[in-house]
């Protein structure tokens, strides 16, 4: 089993920056990717950006240029930082974990809530 738990969500006016963590535990390994997914209200979750253990990233093309994915191995750490933030990110983000190799492994954070304010 794999257990996430987010951070750094809060309230930020429209042009601000927000940094989010998510820490993962229990048993991290093999071919892996770590992502920030995204739920506003009435729509259906939505990718934001992912990352997998060797660095290869993309991004939803809403945030390309403004938020950032990395990845502390060391640490089984993702962050997301965003910048130049629009009331249009305003959701519930959510950390991902997805193994592929040696077994099929997928889990979900309780998500963090970012709002923000025109």
């Known amino acids: 089993q794999v257990q996430l738990v987010e951070s750094g969500g809060g309230l930020q006016q429209a042009g601000g920056s927000l940094r989010l963590s998510c820490v993962a535990s229990?048993?991290?390994?093999?071919?892996?990717?770590m992502g920030w997914y995204r739920q506003a209200p009435g729509k259906q979750r939505e990718l934001v950006a992912t990352?997998?253990?060797?660095?290869?990233?993309s991004y939803a093309d809403s945030v390309k240029g403004r938020f950032t994915i990395s990845r502390d191995n060391a640490k089984n750490t993702v962050y997301l930082q965003m910048n130049s933030l629009k009331p249009e990110d305003t959701a519930v983000y959510y950390c991902?974990?997805?193994?592929?190799?040696?077994?099929?492994?997928?889990?979900w954070g309780q998500g963090t809530q970012v709002a923000i304010s025109s």
């Open positions: 229990g048993r991290i390994f093999g071919v892996d990717t």
């Open positions: 991902n974990y997805d193994r592929s190799f040696p077994e099929r492994m997928n889990s």
């Open positions: 990352i997998t253990r060797g660095n290869s990233i």
